[in-house]
Nanobody, 124 residues
Framework: QVQLVESGGGLVQAGGSLRLSCAAS????????MGWFRQAPGKEREFIAA????????NYADSVKGRFTISRDNNKNTVYLQTSSLKPEDTAVYYC?????????????????WGQGTQVTVSS
């Protein structure tokens, strides 16, 4: 099993940036594709970004491409989401998740383990 704990959320003005972190414990971190998702009130949880096991491949949702960057440090068992040019519509709870068997293009249902989420609020 993998336990995931997100941090780094907060309140930021439009145009600002935040760096989210997700610390993993448990089984070998490097065995997992890692993803970031978000869920706004009244909306479904949506895919944001994913990164391959060796960080050689990434995948982004069109809504964040060019503004968000996913990275990982397998020595620190941590995955990051660097956000920039934030917009009010980026306001949501951000979750990290781990996917043992599928690729960076896997759907939400392929992710086996989830963190508790961290709130990001972007003011206009």
């Amino acid at each position: 099993q993998v336990q995931l704990v997100e941090s780094g959320g907060g309140l930021v003005q439009a145009g600002g940036s935040l760096r989210l972190s997700c610390a993993a414990s448990g089984r070998a971190f490097g065995d997992y594709v890692m993803g970031w998702f978000r869920q706004a009130p009244g909306k479904e949880r949506e895919f944001i970004a994913a990164i391959g096991r060796s960080a050689s491949i990434t995948n982004y949702a069109d809504s964040v491409k060019g503004r968000f960057t996913i990275s990982r440090d397998n020595n620190k068992n941590t995955v990051y989401l660097q956000t920039s040019s934030l917009k009010p519509e980026d306001t949501a709870v951000y979750y990290c998740a781990a996917n043992r068997w599928d690729s960076v293009y896997a759907p939400r249902t392929a992710y086996n383990y989830w963190g508790q989420g961290t709130q990001v609020t972007v003011s206009s």
